[in-house]
């Protein structure tokens, strides 16, 4: 059984550019999240994506966008990159509609670089 | 601003020690705190996800215990060995924070020597 898998591994853009992430969910899940991990901090919470709907979204600008396809697989866009969007992008699956005690299970995710 | 906290930063531990961390989040419309743990170069494990307060969960030599009503949760790790040395993560849940989104800590780094 296939966890949590995230595309490409590693990416370098430059100041200005975009960037997509994709995610593919563990099987058998149908809702995605996407968190943000900044150097020396938590994992920061983007949005979660439910039934190709953005369920609940963080305190991310709207250059932070996302979808969710039928199969459940889910992107991640980023528009016009800053440098302070250097970090580790996690996605993290889930299966349900969103209680308190459903486990969301990460991928090992796409480090992106912005020059 | 919702903030949990986890201490200490970092631990550095020889083989065979116990040690335990800690992790304070908001007690106020608390609804779950999960546990994970995350080696280098790997994904984030699931280890524990805890709702009702003195509830106590445990998982191989690693336990946890809750109490929601002070707002803190320990994370013990009995006779440590080299491959328990990673960052232990304490995500919280509440009613201000919606069901979907996990709050994480910045995590407690461990390094355990042989």
């Known amino acids: 059984d296939a966890g949590v898998t995230q595309s490409p591994t590693h990416l370098i853009k430059t100041r200005g550019q975009q960037v997509t992430l994709r995610c593919s969910p563990k099987?058998?899940?149908?809702?995605v999240s996407w968190y943000q991990q900044a150097l020396g901090q938590g994992p920061q919470f983007i949005f979660q994506?439910?039934?190709?709907?953005e369920r609940q979204r963080g305190n991310f600008p709207d250059r932070f966008s996302g979808h969710q396809f039928p199969n459940y697989s889910s992107e991640l866009n980023v528009n016009a990159l800053l440098l302070g969007d250097s970090a580790l992008y996690l996605c993290?699956?889930?299966w349900g509609t969103g209680g308190a005690t459903d486990t969301q299970y990460f991928g090992p995710g796409t480090r992106l670089t912005v020059l | 601003i919702l903030n949990v906290e986890q201490s200490p930063q970092s631990l550095h531990v020889q083989e065979g020690d116990s040690t335990n961390f800690t992790c304070s989040f908001p007690s106020s419309n608390f609804y779950a705190l999960h546990w994970y743990r995350w080696e280098t170069a790997k994904s984030p494990e699931a280890l524990f996800v805890m709702t009702l307060n003195g509830d106590e969960k445990k998982k191989g030599r690693i336990s946890a215990t809750l109490n929601t009503k002070e707002g803190y949760s320990y994370l013990y790790i009995k006779g440590s060995q080299p491959e328990d040395s990673a960052t232990y993560l304490c995500a919280f849940k509440g009613a201000n924070t919606g069901f979907q989104k996990l709050v994480f800590g910045t995590g407690t780094r461990l390094l355990v020597s042989p």
């Open positions: 993290a699956s889930s």
């Open positions: 099987s058998g899940h149908d809702t």
């Open positions: 994506y439910y039934e190709e709907e």
